[in-house]
């Protein structure tokens, strides 16, 4: 069974709800941006904005318009996906209970602190009584959707599968991460080559036939756990071997370098095992780390899969390099800043490569449609 993905969208650090960013990208400086939120007053009424807090309304609106852009009324399932969910909110009802002597709490603050919320909401909007599920596994959320959705389209219980990964981040979020090293990026030479702390919203609408508007084709997803090198090996083989590929039929490898040591560290590591001959792309230096930033990850391949083609922006420098490096090892990831002169066109393969923590591991294959 063929699943394609028909429409996405993103709000982020970049343009929102355009890909404006894949020619004319915005770079950052500083190590927390936040997200450019669209207007929402268009979307939403004065009510329904007061009830909701940003992340929903980033995550309503998407929705919204994802479907639309599909030309679908109605998705068979919702599957959302998030690191920490509204944050904001549950943040705000334990400073009610502190404040206020456990008294006069808001519900509304409680009822949004539950991570369900989010595919709940959306499903509330849309009036959608299917499939409906919100998963919460920190860094692999959205890899977990990816495989609920799938598992659900081989069971032929569903044809249309709205997924997203949504996180947002507060201040005190920040500061805590801050003090036990998530944030502790290096500084490039350059702003284009920093990574930043920031928030993801995606959504997608999965199929399983592709139209006129369709991006590209989902082939396969696994998801690994603690895997030794052996075994991250076998799992690759086993989806390429799905996709009727090899190894050299992969254009590129988009990885999440992002300038941390201890993150790259296993980047490089994997890439010199089992890719030292594909090109590498990365892509947290434009839209910064977060838990759902894979979400993004997988956005930004179909992208380049759609328009057949990688801005040099998105590749990284595979030769070793002792300098304006990603991570701090001999040999690590350099990005390649040199502008248009080298994109790569002509691009049918993608495969997603992401770890959290080395813990959990993930490879996503797209593909471009025959």
Known sequence: MSIYIQSANQISVQKPLSDEWFDNPVFYDEIRVPTLDPGFNEHFSPLEARRMNVLLKRAVMMARLTLQEASVEMPDAIISGTGLGCIENTEKFLWSIMENDEKFLQPTFFMQSTHNILSATIAMKLKCHGYNNTFVHRGASFESVLLDAFMQFERQRIKTALVGGYDELTNDYFKFFERIGIWDFINGPSPKQ?????EAAVSMLLGTEKNGRTICEINDVELMYKPSSGRLKEKLDAVLAKAGCGLPDIDAVLTGLSTHAENDRVYNDVI????????IMQYKHLFGESFSSSALAVY??????????????LLADNRPSSGGVCGSDKGAMRFDTSGNKGDMKGVKRILVYNHYRNQSHSFILLSCLN
């Open 300 to 313: 930004v391949a179909a992208t380049c899969l759609h328009k057949n083609r990688i801005p040099s922006i």
């Open 272 to 279: 010199t095992q089992l890719f030292s001959d594909r090109p």
């Open 194 to 198: 920093k990574c930043f702390a920031g």
